[in-house]
């Protein structure tokens, strides 16, 4: 859009680089985790994508909002990114089934966000220097007073974020005369895995991030899903333990992004900050199982420790990515689990990897009788 109507606005990086641009959203001031976003399309799921929450997304795209916003192509019941910089942010927008245009969607749901901003140039910084805080404001534009308030922001290295994301109550989706039942963990789950699971036939029960195992048992299910979520994977204490004790049970359970972080914390693996993370939809991800590639929709920070993988004797690396050899997918050994780092639902993306889905559903109907 940018016009010359529009307010001015900053955006202030913890390094001190510093972007000016034109206000878009709502006036104010945001801080979060600088990340970046490579995909060309989905931009409605990514902000309402609960993984995100406490962070500030640019998108690499450098036209976001051509298609308005439209209240079905969400992930969650609202915007869940801090903040959000692009280069052309649109007004306008084209598509017949669009109810919003972009800029009332984002006033509509308190988003700051920042336009005009050269975002290969500051991709490029990010992808240099790695993640760190930002701020953007369209209120203050003294960069020395926005740098006192930066510094008020939380470091993401150590932050639990999940249980502000995940649902306050257990919720069902799905046939309740399934046979199939599966316990979901929620630290933040998209709605469209749920999906995926409901589509093939699951009833699915959905748990608040703190739930213990007494508490999941009693819906008896025979299968155990441990959901995608925000913030360092190594500071959810309460959520390995109800891992390890899900895992006890060794029925099948399968994990996606935080979730598989969690598995592997749970069997004493590590998890690290990565320097900048995985955010778009065509990362390349080869499955060393069937040695076929898929292209994959992806948005992590963190990863699992490639060394304390090989070190664990009951995980089978299943999944590797073919952009920086980093761990995709690991299953345990002695065990029906199994979990991967991408997102298979891939809403937005491609469905290579939706495969996933068909395999945990019929890995539960063997593990039934
Ligand atoms: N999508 C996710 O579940 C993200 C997991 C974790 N918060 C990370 O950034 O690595």
Not at 200 to 206: H, N, P, S, T
Not at 350 to 360: A, G, T
């Amino acid at each position: 859009m940018s016009n010359t109507l529009q307010k001015p606005a900053v955006l202030l990086l913890a390094d001190g680089t510093v972007h000016y641009g034109k206000a878009f959203g709502k006036i104010g001031t945001t801080a979060g985790e600088i990340c970046f976003n490579t995909g060309m399309t989905g931009y409605q799921e990514v902000f309402t994508d609960p993984s995100y929450y406490g962070q500030v997304v640019i998108m690499n795209n450098v036209h976001v909002g051509n298609y308005g916003t439209k209240d079905t192509d969400v992930e969650s019941d609202g915007v869940k990114i801090r903040g959000m910089i692009g280069r052309n942010l649109e007004e306008q927008y084209s598509r017949k089934q669009a109810t919003e245009s972009l800029d009332q969607y984002l006033i509509k749901n308190n988003i700051v966000c920042i336009e005009g901003v050269d975002t290969r140039a500051l991709v490029t910084h990010v992808r240099e220097k790695g993640a760190m805080n930002c701020i953007i404001s369209s209120e203050i534009l003294d960069i020395d007073q926005l740098k006192k308030e930066l510094a008020k922001e939380p470091n993401m290295d150590g932050l639990e974020l999940a249980s502000k994301v995940s649902t306050a109550e257990p919720y069902t989706l799905g046939d309740p005369s399934s046979a199939v039942k599966i316990a979901v963990l929620d630290f933040g789950t998209k709605q469209h895995i749920l999906q995926c699971m409901v589509e093939r036939g699951a009833y699915v029960k959905v748990f608040p991030a703190k739930t213990p195992i007494s508490e999941l048992k009693k819906f008896a299910p025979n299968g155990y899903f441990i959901s995608n979520g925000p913030g360092d994977p190594a500071a959810m204490d309460y959520a390995i333990i109800t891992v390890k004790d899900v895992l006890k049970e060794k029925k099948p359970t399968f994990g996606i992004c935080l979730g598989h972080q969690l598995i592997a914390l749970a069997n004493d693996i590590s998890t690290y900050k990565m320097h900048h993370g995985h955010r778009g939809l065509n990362h390349p991800v080869k499955n060393l199982v069937t040695g076929k590639c898929e292209v994959t929709t992806q948005n992590h920070g963190f990863g699992v420790d490639p060394e304390s993988v090989k070190k664990a004797k009951n995980v089978e690396i299943t999944h590797v990515n073919l952009n920086d050899n980093s761990i995709e997918g690991i299953k345990l050994k002695d065990q029906p689990a199994f979990s991967v780092q991408y997102h298979p639902e891939s809403t937005p993306g491609p469905h290579d990897s939706r495969y996933l889905f068909d395999d945990f559903i019929n890995l539960i109907k063997e593990h039934m009788n």
